[in-house]
């Protein structure tokens, strides 16, 4: 089961955070992706469209 799980690009930097709520609630947050070069992150839009202004995505699983 998936609890709180940490999305790491090929640069060793999170770009993103799924934290488990409850059962069926997960919140995905987006950092964007870790630029190396420029030691700066890119795309930190969040593009997920959602009900809500929110920083997180919030996920609910389908019954």
Request: proline share 2%.
């Amino acid at each position: 089961m998936l609890k709180n799980y940490t999305i790491d690009n090929v640069n060793d930097e999170p770009i993103a955070y799924i934290k488990m709520i409850d059962d069926k609630t997960y919140h995905f947050y987006w950092y964007g992706f870790y630029n190396k070069k420029t030691k700066k992150r890119e795309f930190k839009e969040n593009s997920f469209q959602q009900e809500t202004n929110n920083e997180e995505v919030i996920l609910k699983k389908c019954e």
